[in-house]
Nanobody
């Protein structure tokens, strides 16, 4: 079992930055790849970024490439999503998820509760 808790969401103006954190706990948490997804009400959950369990492989959605950076700290068992140059269309609830492999579909085994990110124009 892996438990995930997101934090760091909030309200920010367009062009601003936020850093989301995903704290993982559980006996095997360090062995899982972690992905970030986002979802607006009435829309499907959308892939944002993911990182391998070793941290040596990352993948990003085209819409966030060059603006978002995913990283992980194995000592703290935490995965971060640094979001720069935020745009109003980035507004959504952001979820982190864990699974054995990186995929871009929302089929991960474990999910956090989500954190709201709102970008004002």
């Amino acid at each position: 079992q892996v438990q995930l808790v997101e934090s760091g969401g909030g309200l920010v103006q367009a062009g601003g930055s936020l850093r989301l954190s995903c704290a993982a706990s559980g006996r095997t948490a360090k062995m899982y790849a972690v992905g970030w997804f986002r979802q607006d009400p009435g829309k499907e959950r959308e892939f944002v970024a993911a990182i391998s369990w070793g941290g040596d492989y990352t993948r990003y959605a085209d819409s966030v490439k060059g603006r978002f950076t995913i990283s992980r700290d194995h000592v703290k068992n935490t995965v971060y999503l640094q979001m720069n140059n935020l745009k109003p269309e980035d507004t959504a609830v952001y979820f982190c998820a864990a699974d054995r492999v990186i995929v871009t579909t929302p089929t991960y085994d474990y999910w956090g509760q989500g954190t709201q990110v709102t970008v004002s124009s």
